[in-house]
């Protein structure tokens, strides 16, 4: 064959393929047919030679170009084939990444394009992939990122002395995306992309849809692949037949690397499940777990979408203590940031030279208070990977919910901003529109692709149909932190009893709009840190009536209409308040007094989880009904709260005095004997023990409007929950309507 017979390349486009500046390397490099032959050109600088290698043998390659190599081999078909580069007499044989075709399909560029792609994670980041092959089957990684204004992009990793030169990418034309296939890349190698900006200056990235990530400080992705086998099929099987939003709701906050520090994934498994069902809980909240750079931030400030958090474990160990958890009967719920975003140059930030994730507007682009780049809501490509995300922790790590942060910092184009900092929209309002569609097609596809989920919206203002269904106009989330509520009533406990006459409004007024949304009540890790103090320190008082004030506290949430969260350590009346940086005070529960809290709260929800009437109509007027809301001389309020079917009822009186009433009559609906099944004040809670222990009989004395009363002995910062006697073994408690609940015999945190 004639030496001339190959495909020529002007040295030009030699130049940049050499120096990996090309944006469609394999234009150049691999196998090119031409006339009867097949011209393979491969990088290997330095070699003294290089052969490629097929089956019937090998043929010896010229340098060409800086390092580039170019082979001719006769025939019209391209073999299989390796490189052998030779280095000091020493034989290296490997395989041609440019010899692949793309790993990325039309149908998932287009509906990557379209913003359609609802398993985003299964196509761009990095995939380990293994090819059949005459010569050997070949096992690498495909990598693909999304940079649609990059000049070039590299791969540099541990697979190629961080070189990234010898990994240049290939383009996807207008898609923006960019892709390469690295034979011998394999899991656990750690990677970044080398992206070109139009200045030409270089900028390494960490990949976006990396599913693990180095362990902070270090910022390199890492090549995962995931080997974890569920267990949990029982679970998951209910959950998807489920509404959990008309069941009982009881959740614990937690941020896992406060708990108890040193625990990881794993070894947190037992203890925690130990506490949560000890104490009744249905629900644990994470605090974020995607992965972040800095720890004080707890995870708010998010860099790795789609990589949990490498500080306490890889991603199959996370999917350990979730499968755990749900095999201990206890659902997962995790905090979720697709509000905004840091500004660390090595993430997502200006990632291809360009706002690209960001929105271009630097009036709507950067959040003043956090210091934070905003997402651009209106790019399809952006709401794919956030709407992606959210599926992506629903459906590969079994999360059960996802509680959004700062839903209303999306919503408004003007939160925190002073006249002059913003724009309005189209229609010359204040409302971010595409935020708000965003937010209606996260949840609406949440709910449609993973059923039996909720979908939790932190947002605090009144904006109306945070709950409403898209389909009315509303963002379709499940449930909404009420946060009036939280702030009203810490800001009522907080005022001595003799003051709080005066405040009673601030602990009725809750109830004016408690059916307006599907309402959580949280007590979160917010009302607790930076100087807030903990619920303990809130109380007025002394020990003795700072804890009575929490059990009182408690036991008013879990009987107010709405579910309920409470941030951990505020569960055994935490003095201290709370710190990222240092564990709970465990050895509180060695103390009876906040013993007697933690026996409190696993007696609430013992009552809670067995009683209809408590859950079963949160969200109806129909579930609620006020006894006396009028009684602020007396510092107290009564009510009923109601389940589905109209026999199902718990009378409720809490007195918010410093001191007991004796004789305080209660109007009720029915006559007959009533049990007193709550007493905050009980002695094994750590009370004084005044109480009507036992059963008391309503009499046709009528009462707040009601045919039947009786008298009730309120002890003072006490709360006392009635029911008609003989209801706790009514109907309602038919196996199949009531949610397992493991009895313990002690917490074992405590033991």
Not at 53 to 70: D, L, S
Not at 179 to 192: D, N, Q, W
Not at 664 to 679: D, F, H, Q, T, V
Request: with cysteine; hydrophobic share 35%.
């Amino acid at each position: 064959m004639n030496a001339m017979d190959y495909v020529h390349v002007n040295e030009d486009v030699l130049n940049a393929v050499s120096n990996g500046w090309y944006h469609a390397p394999h234009d150049i490099l691999g196998p090119h047919g031409a006339e009867g032959s097949v011209t393979i050109r491969v990088i290997r600088r330095l070699a003294d030679s290089v052969f490629i290698e097929t089956a019937t043998g090998r043929t010896e390659a010229i340098h060409e170009f800086n390092g580039i190599w170019r082979a001719v081999l006769p025939g019209d078909e391209v073999p299989d084939y390796r490189v052998i580069a030779i280095y000091g007499g020493v034989e290296h044989r490997g395989d041609d990444p440019y010899r692949f075709l793309p790993t990325l399909g039309e149908v998932d560029i287009y509906l990557f394009g379209e913003g359609r792609h609802e398993k985003l994670w299964n196509v761009l980041g990095s995939h380990v992939i293994t090819y059949p092959s005459d010569l050997g089957d070949v096992t690498g990684t495909s990598f693909a990122v999304w940079a649609p204004n990059a000049k070039s992009v590299r791969v540099v990793g541990d697979f190629n002395g961080w070189d990234g030169s010898l990994s240049a990418m290939r383009t996807m034309g207008a898609s923006g995306l960019w892709e390469l296939f690295i034979p011998g890349a394999t899991e656990g190698s750690r990677y970044k992309y080398e992206i070109q900006y139009a200045d030409l200056s270089w900028h390494q990235k960490a990949d976006p849809m990396a599913r693990r990530s180095e362990e902070p400080p270090s910022t390199a992705s890492i090549v995962a692949e995931a080997h974890f086998e569920w267990s949990d099929d029982e679970w998951m099987d209910k959950r998807a037949v489920t509404d959990p939003h008309n069941g009982p709701v009881s959740i614990y906050e937690m941020h896992l690397g406060s708990w108890r520090p040193g625990l990881n994934y794993r070894s947190i498994a037992k203890q925690l499940i130990g506490h949560v069902t000890y104490a009744g809980f249905t629900h644990v909240e994470f605090m974020p777990l995607a992965e972040h750079p800095f720890t004080p931030s707890w995870g708010y400030q998010v860099t790795g979408y789609y990589a949990p958090t490498a500080r306490f474990g890889s991603p199959d160990d996370l999917k350990y203590l979730i499968d755990e958890l749900h095999k201990a009967g206890i659902g997962v719920i995790m905090d979720w940031v697709p509000a905004h975003f840091p500004k660390d140059e090595w993430a997502l930030a200006r990632f291809d030279g360009t706002p690209l994730y960001e929105d271009p507007n630097p009036l709507r682009g950067e959040h003043p208070d956090w210091g934070t780049l905003v997402f651009n809501f209106g790019r399809r490509e952006v709401r794919n990977f956030l709407v992606a995300n959210a599926l992506y922790w629903l459906t590969e790590f079994h999360i059960d919910g996802v509680r959004v942060d700062a839903v209303a910092s999306m919503l408004y184009l003007d939160y925190s901003r002073n006249d002059g900092q913003w724009q309005p929209n189209i229609y010359g309002g204040r409302e971010n529109l595409e935020a708000i569609s965003f937010l209606q097609e996260a949840t609406a596809t949440a709910y449609r692709v993973a059923p039996g989920v909720m979908m939790i919206a932190e947002e605090s203002t009144s904006w109306p149909g945070v709950t409403g269904l898209t389909e009315d106009g509303g963002l379709g989330f499940g449930l909404k932190w009420n946060m009036g509520w939280m702030n009203d009533t810490l800001r009522y406990i907080e005022e001595k009893p003799i003051n709080r006459k005066w405040h009673h409004g601030e602990l009725t007024f809750s109830l004016v709009y408690a059916f307006s949304e599907q309402f959580l009540l949280p007590i979160s890790h917010d009302e607790v840190v930076h100087g807030k103090g903990s619920l303990y320190t809130k109380m007025p008082g002394d020990d003795w009536q700072k804890l009575a004030g929490i059990r009182e506290l408690l036991a008013y949430q879990w009987s107010h209409p709405g579910k309920q969260l409470l941030f951990m350590g505020q569960e055994f009346g935490q003095i201290q308040e709370w710190n990222e940086s240092r564990g709970l005070d465990w050895w509180l529960t060695e103390d009876p007094s906040h013993d007697g809290v933690l026996s409190l709260v696993k007696h609430l929800n013992e009552i809670y989880v067995s009683t209809p009437a408590l859950w079963s109509e949160d969200f109806h007027g129909s579930g609620f009904e006020w006894i006396d809301a009028s009684d602020s001389d007396s510092n107290v309020i009564t009510y009923l709260r109601k389940g589905k079917d109209s026999s199902d009822v718990i009378a409720v009186a809490c007195n918010f005095s410093g001191v007991p009433h004796n004789d305080y009559r209660m109007g009720l609906p029915r006559g007959g004997r009533w049990k007193e099944i709550l007493n905050t004040d009980d002695l094994a809670f750590g009370g004084s023990g005044v109480g009507n222990f036992g059963d008391l009989n309503a009499e046709r004395i009528p009462w707040n409007g009601r045919p039947y009363s009786l008298n009730l002995q309120l002890p003072p910062f006490g709360v006392i929950f009635l029911e008609p006697a003989g209801q706790r073994v009514g109907k309602h408690l038919a196996e199949d309507e009531v949610p397992e609940q493991e009895e313990a015999p002690g917490d074992p945190l405590a033991e």
